[in-house]
C-alpha cells in the first residue's frame, strides 16, 4: 500500500512529529511504501536545518533526513507557512534579499497543490496534528 502523511505539528511542542516518524517507520517495516511527508502549518518548523535539539532528545530534522535518504521518501513543506515563519530556502532567501537560508533538500518548499495531488496518489494519507 501507497501512504502519504501529513504533519501539522511542530517538533518539539507535540507528538505529532515524533507520532509521523514511528508511524512512518511502522509501515515501511510492514513493507508499504511512503512516498511522500507533507508539513503544514506549525508543521514545516521540521524542515529548520539550523534546529539544534539538546543532546538527549531525538533530533527530528535529521530523522526526516534519514527517511529520505533511506527510502527515497519525498519532503515537502508548505510555502506559505513556511515563509510565513520565516523558513526559506536559498531561492526564496534571494527573492526576499534576506541573507540566509533554514530550508535546504531534501527538503522542498511547495504549495498546497501538492498535497491535494498527494492525497489523489497514495491509497492513505494520515494526518498527525497536535
Known amino acids: 500500500m501507497r501512504y502519504g502523511l501529513l504533519v501539522e505539528g ?8 515524533h507520532s509521523a516518524l514511528r508511524f512512518a517507520a511502522a509501515l515501511i517495516a510492514r513493507g508499504h511504501r511512503l512516498e511522500c511527508v507533507f508539513f503544514y502549518h506549525d508543521g514545516v518548523y521540521n524542515a529548520a536545518r539550523l534546529a539544534a535539539p539538546p543532546q538527549d532528545e531525538p533530533h527530528l530534522y535529521d ?27 536559498s ?35 494520515v494526518t498527525f496534528a497536535p
Open 63 to 89: 530523522a526526516w533526513r534519514s527517511l529520505h535518504d533511506e527510502h527515497g521518501t519525498q519532503l515537502q513543506v508548505c510555502i506559505a507557512a513556511a515563509l510565513r515563519r520565516g523558513l526559506l530556502d
Open 10 to 17: 511542530a517538533p518539539y511542542s507535540s507528538q505529532a512529529s
Open 91 to 125: 531561492r526564496e532567501a534571494e527573492r526576499h534579499g534576506k541573507s540566509g537560508h533554514s530550508v535546504e533538500p531534501p527538503f522542498e518548499l511547495t504549495g498546497l497543490g501538492q498535497l491535494i495531488d498527494l492525497g489523489r496518489e497514495v491509497d492513505r494519507l
